[in-house]
Nanobody, 117 residues
Framework: VQLQASGGGLVQPGDSLRLSCATSGFPLDLWTIGWFRQAPGKEREFVASISTSGTLEYANSVKGRSTISRDNGENTVYLQMTSLKPEDTGVYYC????????????WGQGTQVTVSS
């Protein structure tokens, strides 16, 4: 099981960014994929997730500004973020949770997102 996050970068406040999580080694449609982020000096926090049934969940801090989606054919999960704010800065990770699982068992390496003018 492998996950690889990409798409981060340095952007200005108000810009948009699309993060990608490429997966391999498991059937994507049978796992919940989540995005998390960790800002400097802070604990890692939940951002968004998409379940096996397609249920979407978002943290209040990104709700209305972010969209998580899944392309099973490409084995990739995307996180589209708009109206980015400096407080969105952090390392973004994607993770996989088995169907009916309670914890995220597999994590990819992070991708840095920096929002600054």
């Amino acid at each position: 099981v492998q996950l690889q996050a990409s798409g981060g970068g340095l952007v200005q406040p108000g810009d948009s960014l699309r993060l990608s999580c490429a997966t391999s080694g498991f059937p994507l449609d049978l796992w919940t994929i989540g995005w998390f982020r960790q800002a400097p000096g802070k604990e890692r926090e939940f951002v968004a997730s998409i379940s096996t049934s397609g249920t979407l969940e978002y943290a209040n801090s990104v709700k209305g500004r972010s969209t998580i989606s899944r392309d099973n054919g490409e084995n990739t999960v995307y996180l589209q973020m708009t109206s980015l704010k400096p407080e969105d800065t952090g390392v973004y990770y994607c993770a996989a949770k088995k169907f009916l699982g309670t914890t995220y068992d597999y994590w990819g390496q992070g991708t840095q997102v920096t929002v600054s003018s």
